[in-house]
Each structure stands twice: as C-alpha cells, then as structure tokens.
C-alpha cells in the first residue's frame, strides 16, 4: 500500500462517515441548529464540500461543479457565532456538490508523485508538515466535523450512527 492508497483511503471512509450522519435526515432537518451558534448539517456539508473543491483544484482538477458566489460567502467560516442557517439552499444539492468534490480528491489524490507528497503543504497551518500531511489532514476535517452532525443528529432524536 503506497502513501497515496492511505490518504485516498481517508477521504473514501470520511465520505462513509459523513453519509452515515447525513443519509437519514429530512430536508428540514438539514437547516436545524442544535443551539444558538451552532452550524447547521446543510452548512456542514455546503463548507465540506467548498474546502474538498479547493483541494481539487490544488491538485489540478478540471470539471469541478460551479458554486454560486453567494452560496459560497454564506459558507464561509467566520469565527464568529453561526448566524440563521435556514436559507441555504438544497440539502440534497450540497449533499451531491460534497459527494462530486470529495470523488473528485479521492481520484486525484493517486497520482500525486512521491516528491510532491514530501514536499511542502500547499496551504500553510499547523496541521501538516508536508503535502501528504496536507491531503490528509483533509480527510480528519471531513471526520471532525461529523462530529458536528453527530450532535445535530441526537439533538433531533435520532439514534447514534458510529
């Protein structure tokens, strides 16, 4: 198993995870904020998928799904208390733009060559000291903000799913 099959197995089980949580919810379920603050599952999975798209186009994804703009500002992270969340949009549209967008990573993700992955993150932080690290640091964002879902879920009264 290369270095490549282990991180495209990361984004592939952080879409397993982020579907057991979302699969069961109603469309209005989506827009539900658990307390005041708190994110809803529809801008959960609108900001996953608008991260995993800028991922792919790191790697040189063409053919990715076009977002509104607007869309897009609404699901932006702003380090502040999350607003009113009941006007974005389509769940099962973001639930299919994550889905396109993590694919696409998933796919990409095998050719990256050994140097690039031991090269330097192509977006600076502390979570990776290489671009491998990088690409899967992507996958544990995936994760851990299913555990975001997973607090929206029970607050709905729905059984836990892991």
């Given at each position: 198993?290369?270095?490549?099959?282990?991180?495209?197995?990361?984004?592939?089980?952080?879409?397993?995870?982020?579907?057991?949580?979302?699969?069961?919810?109603?469309?209005?379920?989506?827009?539900?904020?658990?307390?005041?603050?708190?994110?809803?599952?529809?801008?959960?999975?609108?900001?996953?998928?608008?991260?995993?798209?800028?991922?792919?186009?790191?790697?040189?994804?063409?053919?990715?799904?076009?977002?509104?703009?607007?869309?897009?500002?609404?699901?932006?992270?702003?380090?502040?208390?999350?607003?009113?969340?009941?006007?974005?949009?389509?769940?099962?549209?973001?639930?299919?733009?994550?889905?396109?967008?993590?694919?696409?990573?998933?796919?990409?993700?095998?050719?990256?060559?050994a140097?690039?992955?031991?090269?330097?993150?192509?977006?600076?932080?502390?979570?990776?000291?290489?671009?491998a690290?990088?690409?899967?640091?992507?996958?544990?964002?995936?994760?851990?903000?299913?555990?975001?879902?997973?607090?929206?879920?029970?607050?709905l009264?729905?059984?836990?799913?892991?």
């Amino acid at each position: 198993m290369t270095p490549n099959d282990v991180i495209a197995g990361g984004y592939r089980a952080a879409k397993v995870l982020m579907h057991r949580m979302i699969d069961d919810l109603a469309p209005a379920d989506f827009h539900h904020q658990p307390v005041p603050g708190a994110n809803s599952a529809a801008w959960v999975v609108g900001h996953l998928a608008l991260t995993l798209r800028r991922t792919a186009e790191r790697l040189g994804v063409t053919g990715l799904p076009a977002v509104d703009p607007e869309l897009a500002d609404q699901l932006a992270t702003t380090k502040k208390p999350a607003a009113d969340q009941s006007g974005l949009g389509d769940p099962a549209a973001l639930v299919r733009l994550f889905d396109a967008c993590i694919d696409k990573v998933t796919a990409a993700v095998g050719s990256v060559p050994a140097e690039t992955l031991a090269g330097p993150p192509s977006f600076p932080g502390p979570f990776a000291a290489n671009f491998a690290e990088g690409l899967l640091f992507g996958a544990t964002h995936v994760a851990m903000h299913s555990g975001q879902l997973s607090t929206i879920r029970r607050s709905l009264g729905k059984p836990p799913v892991v």
